[in-house]
């Protein structure tokens, strides 16, 4: 019940996030070298691999150029970083994932993650694919220098860096809460899965164990009667 | 409302002309963080509340980037009724190929504001911005205010 709950507020966020996104998906903006990494898990686990994949993936990204700014939503992915990466936090946020995030949470990342100087912020975070998939993805957002660096943004009307400044904001909010929202489907999902996985193991393993369980009994009663016939047919 | 014209660019002019021929409607996106009323529909028309004005677009506007202030959004749907949001803030953002992403922090239906309820609001909101001291609170109650004001005058 929770993971459709989860699923349709998820999917307002998906219109929004995709929406919000469109600015940066149907222009080409260059990613500048300076970047943040946004890292988005929570702290419940017992998900299967959803931390663990997360992490990986930005534990490479890092090995291929070393990445410098991080921020982290969530204690697993905190912990997962902390002994490589601990030196590029710049600030973690935790009570997250007892219950579906909300917008104002959005908001408290965007700002923080605003806050820093950065050329691009690439928000890493488990897309949800299915009930049984998910892949974690790293989605790029150029920050507003880059974005005035380019050309593109030219051809759109009205643009000057006030405005830029205030869509940036709040479009950034929407990105984060979108990717938070598929974050919560990813987990939720994994985590019926595990749980699904684990019931049925515990299922075999009880069938396993009555059988066994049966032989025992029926071997102890077997060698009873056989003490017993043998020692009535001594006796005679 | 003032309709925008479609700006003299040699470039914006070019790609206007190998675009897709004009339809009569375009997709529209409107949605908040909690609802999401319109998915790439296809409609006639949409006038917003914005900080550079209150304007209304059309198939084929020159591409834009707004911000939204607290106002009435109003959609003509491909069938011609015409719906009324209110809205407290947000972006919109019209791209070269005529699709519109309208992203509004809070919506809600005209006829569901409660125009008593809304100037009560105003009138706590007001006193809030009077007695408010920091430059944080005056911005916050300048919001408030703002917002009900909107409210008040669609009620």
């Given at each position: 019940k929770n993971h459709h709950r989860g699923r349709s507020s998820g999917i307002n966020a998906e219109y929004g996030g995709t929406g919000a996104e469109s600015l940066y998906t149907k222009n080409e903006f260059e990613s500048g070298e300076d970047k943040l990494i946004l890292a988005i898990s929570s702290d419940r686990g017992l998900c299967g691999g959803v931390h663990s994949g997360l992490g990986k993936a930005i534990k490479a990204a890092h090995a291929e150029k070393p990445i410098t700014k991080t921020i982290i939503v969530g204690d697993k992915a905190k912990a997962i970083l902390q002994r490589t990466m601990g030196d590029t936090f710049l600030a973690t946020f935790n009570n997250v994932g007892k219950k579906p995030a909300s917008f104002t949470d959005a908001i408290n990342v965007a700002e923080e993650v605003l806050s820093h100087e950065a050329d691009t912020v690439d928000i890493v975070y488990n897309k949800f694919i299915n009930v049984v998939s998910y892949d974690s993805t790293t989605k790029p957002i150029p920050g507003v220098a880059s974005i005035e660096a380019n050309d593109a943004i030219y051809n759109y009307d009205e643009v000057d860096s006030e405005v830029l400044k205030c869509y940036q904001e709040f479009t950034l909010a929407n990105i984060v809460y979108h990717s938070i929202r598929e974050q919560e489907c990813s987990e939720q999902s994994a985590r019926m899965n595990a749980m699904e996985n684990a019931t049925r193991n515990a299922g075999e393993m009880i069938d396993k164990l009555t059988l066994a369980y049966n032989r025992t009994r029926q071997a102890v009663i077997t060698r009873e009667l056989i003490e017993i016939i043998s020692g009535a047919n001594a006796l005679e | 409302m003032a309709f925008r014209t479609i700006a003299v660019r040699t470039a914006a002019l070019c790609r206007r002309a190998m675009?897709?021929?004009?339809?009569s409607t375009f997709p529209l996106t409107f949605s908040s963080p909690t609802s999401a009323l319109f998915n790439e529909a296809a409609v006639k028309q949409v006038d917003i509340p914005s900080t550079t004005g209150h304007f209304g677009i059309l198939p084929n506007h020159v591409p834009t980037i707004a911000i939204l202030l607290p106002g009435v959004v109003s959609i003509t749907t491909e069938a011609g009724d015409i719906q009324k949001f209110f809205v407290s803030s947000g972006t919109a953002t019209i791209h070269a190929d005529s699709t519109v992403q309208i992203l509004a922090e809070e919506i809600c239906d005209v006829a569901d504001i409660d125009g008593n309820a809304a100037r009560a609001a105003l009138e706590a909101s007001k006193s809030k911005l009077a007695s408010a001291s920091s430059e944080a609170d005056k911005a916050a109650a300048q919001i408030e205010v703002d917002v009900y004001e909107g409210m008040v005058a669609v009620a």
């Open positions: - | 675009a897709t021929e004009a339809g």
